[in-house]
């Protein structure tokens, strides 16, 4: 593909954030890959990659290359009567690959149905959705060592995947650019997981009784289409801030006030707090400032009305952070990456 400069990164980003990048190219394999990286007048340069975009913020123009991954393919690398290991390209979309499993009748994917992106970047926060994450799935992927173009193979506990965290979040940042994942499906005896929020609501609202992997994705679907913004329409990169996960004490003080707070187990002596409750209290819901605002339905979600800047949607961030911190002293950490 014919090298891009100067290229205009708006419509690979679902903030929808205007940016610009010095240099642009896509990639559909490991060889083209190297290339790219080996190409003098590349090799200087520093690297972005990108997949759907859905998960960035750009707040400046980026000096250096980003690579638009379009690794291509999903195929069955193993099989047995119970179980079916899937191989997916990196730049195959998330949710083509969920609805081919669920087409299948393959289980174990279906609650993380409709989070935008690729199937690239789902190891880099392990995705997460309605009681299931990536890991819960994971068998391996292969990625290109950037120092040397060397493809290395990482299991489950090499990623030292976490609530949104990952190796290549942290340690593993800009030296490594995933190409495929492979998950292991099941194929009979389905763990159906309705335990999370309304499926089981969702479910009853569909008329169903016996729940197959079909049914949890459709429900999936309907409660994330009711509440998250489609970036088509409000730019958003879903959930801007982690959940927090405090002292169990902290938590406990919070619900003296406030008896209704959601608040989950985190392991032994701590708690995971809901972000979009806290900054919902601070009066931000639905708050619009200029060009950027809150989600009116979730106070999570940043979004973009139109216009707005990295900055201006920094800034906002900055502001909210500060009323939880102020509020209820608690640290909110942005999940969304950000150039
Ligand atoms: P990008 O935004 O393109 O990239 C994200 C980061 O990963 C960047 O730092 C990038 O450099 C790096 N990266 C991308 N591809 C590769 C690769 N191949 N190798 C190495 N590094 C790479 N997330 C959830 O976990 N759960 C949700 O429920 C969820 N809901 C969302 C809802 C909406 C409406 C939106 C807009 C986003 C949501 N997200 C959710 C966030 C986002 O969809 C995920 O993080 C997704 O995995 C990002 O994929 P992407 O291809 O768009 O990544
Ligand atoms: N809540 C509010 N006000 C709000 C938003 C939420 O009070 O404005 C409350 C809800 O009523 C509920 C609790 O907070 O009691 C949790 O809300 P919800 O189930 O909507 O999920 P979330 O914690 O806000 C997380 C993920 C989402 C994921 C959903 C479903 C994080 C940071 N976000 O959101 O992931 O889709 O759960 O599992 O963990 C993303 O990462 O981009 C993302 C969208």
């Known amino acids: 593909m014919p090298l891009l400069r100067h ?41 972005l990659v990108l997949g759907g975009g859905s998960n960035i913020l750009f707040t400046r123009d980026f000096d250096g290359l980003v690579l638009l991954n379009e690794v291509p393919g999903i195929e069955v690398v193993r099989e ?21 499993a ?8 279906e609650n993380l149905s409709l989070i935008p992106g690729k199937v690239g970047a789902a190891p880099m926060q392990n995705i997460g959705a309605y009681g299931v994450e990536l890991k819960d799935a994971f068998v391996s992927l292969e990625a290109l060592r950037i120092s040397d173009g060397a493809i290395i193979t990482f299991g489950l506990s090499e990623c030292a995947f976490g609530y949104r965290e990952s190796f290549f979040k942290r340690e593993g940042k800009d030296r490594f650019i995933i190409l495929n994942v492979s998950l292991k499906l099941t194929k009979r005896d389905h763990i159906i997981r309705t335990a999370y929020g309304d499926i089981q609501g969702e479910l ?30 409000l730019g958003n990169a879903g959930s801007f801030f982690k959940n927090p996960v405090v002292e169990s004490t902290i938590a406990e ?20 707090l809901a972000a979009g409750w806290l900054i919902e209290q601070c009066g931000w819901k639905g708050k619009r400032l200029d060009h950027c605002g809150v989600h009116e339905k979730q106070a999570l979600v940043l979004v973009n009305h139109g216009g707005a800047t990295g900055s201006e949607i920094w800034d906002l961030s900055d502001q909210v952070m500060r009323s939880v911190r102020e509020r209820f002293g608690v640290e909110l950490e942005r999940e969304v990456n950000v150039v």
């Not at 610009?20 to 060889?31: G, L």
């Not at 998330?94 to 609805?99: F, P």
């Not at 299948?104 to 994917?109: D, E, M, R, V, Y």
């Not at 008329?207 to 994705?217: C, E, F, H, L, N």
Request: aromatic content about 6%; charged content about 20%; glycine content about 8%.
């Open 102 to 109: 669920v087409a299948q009748g393959w289980g174990g994917i």
């Open 7 to 47: 290229a205009d990164l708006q419509p690979y980003n679902t903030f929808g954030i205007a940016a610009k990048a010095e240099a642009f190219a896509r990639f559909t394999t490991a060889d083209e890959l190297r290339g790219l990286l080996a190409a003098p007048e590349l090799s200087v340069m520093p690297r």
């Open 80 to 100: 047995d009567a119970d179980h079916v290991n899937v191989k997916a390209g990196a730049g195959v979309v998330w949710h083509d690959l969920v609805l081919h």
């Open 204 to 233: 009853a609202r569909m008329g169903v009784t016996q729940p197959t992997i079909k049914d949890v994705s459709a429900a999936v679907i309907a409660i994330r289409s009711s509440k998250l913004p489609d970036p088509k329409v």
């Open 253 to 272: 003080r919070i619900k003296l006030d406030h008896p209704n707070a959601p608040v989950y187990p985190a392991g032994e002596g701590h708690s995971k």
